[in-house]
């Protein structure tokens, strides 16, 4: 009899030992777990206070007028506070502007105005502007002719003296070599223009390059005649 119930711990305990991890979780699940809600940790923040608290009384700061005299407050407010800040913004960008703007002295120095008058024809003239020589020359008849006479497809830097100039007589340039930007002599070289003497360009009676390494004719720069005997040059 000892043998037998021996023998039935044994199974019973095998039968334990081959449960699967599923059938254990089964087991155990369908062990009710009491949990006495009495006994938890868990306290509230806010126990108690909710008695204690009292929110205030805001109804003082009501509108005591209807919905659309209020929106029409708030778009008044909008619109007003827009119209300062984009005058205040207004006022900011052009002050800004203003600083920015060139000077009264640099201005008057941005223009030359040369008396012509004063040149007589065949002579040349150089004035300064922005810091840099500018010719003037006084075109005879014959120079005028001499300038048109020239076959354009045979310049290097093709251009018709008509393009150079406007009016035939009065021919305005910078003084500025093409090749390295030395001040050519005027009155000089083989075409009876401009010779520079740094390294040997020629130019013609038009300010075109005919000789030499400068790769392009002597720079026209902005001008006009606003009277007949005036000249305004930039
Ligand atoms: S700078 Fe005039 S030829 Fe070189």
Redesign the pocket.
Known sequence: MASLSTASRALARSAALRLTPATAARAISTSPVVRDASSSSFESPFKGESKSSKIPDFSKYMSKGSGSSNQLISYFLVGTMGAISAAGAKSTIQEFLKNMAASADVLAMAKVEVDLAAIPEGKNVIIKWRGKPVFIRHRTAGEIDEANQVNIASLRDPQADEDRVKKPEWLVMLGV??????V?IGEAGEYGGWF??????HYDISGRIRK???PLNLEIPAYDFPEEDKLIIG
């Open positions: 070599c093409t090749h390295l930007g030395c050519p520079c003497p740094c390294h040997g360009s030499g390494p400068a």
